[in-house]
């Protein structure tokens, strides 16, 4: 019986997947649960299976270029000042 709940690649088969669905929450089968909570394909499966049909997955759009510039001029900045400061504490006094 759990050799049909798996696919030939390891992961959950759809009927492995109405099983955790018809399941109520904290109740599905042991083997099931456990396969679910360390295969992050069945879980991406599982959560594009939720979402209403047609909905495209939620992607945030990259950052503009500007913000990511600004991000590596603070970074470079921050570097010169440690760079400064490591002399400015060697120095005799």
């Known amino acids: 019986m759990a050799a049909a709940l798996f696919d030939a690649?390891?992961?959950l088969s759809p009927r492995g997947f109405?099983?955790?669905?018809?399941?109520?929450?904290?109740?599905a089968p042991a083997e099931l649960a456990a396969?679910?909570?360390?295969?992050?394909?069945?879980q991406r499966r599982l959560l594009v299976a939720?979402?209403?049909s047609g909905t495209p997955s939620p992607r945030r759009p990259p950052p503009p270029?500007?913000?990511t510039g600004v991000a590596v001029?603070?970074?470079l900045l921050l570097v010169v000042m440690?760079?400064?400061?490591?002399?400015?504490?060697?120095a005799p006094r």
């Open 9 to 11: 690649d390891g992961c």
């Open 18 to 27: 109405a099983q955790i669905s018809a399941a109520p929450p904290g109740r």
């Open 35 to 42: 396969h679910l909570a360390g295969c992050a394909r069945c």
């Open 50 to 52: 939720a979402l209403p």
């Open 65 to 67: 270029l500007w913000r």
């Open 73 to 75: 001029v603070v970074c």
């Open 82 to 90: 440690a760079m400064v400061l490591t002399q400015v504490l060697r």
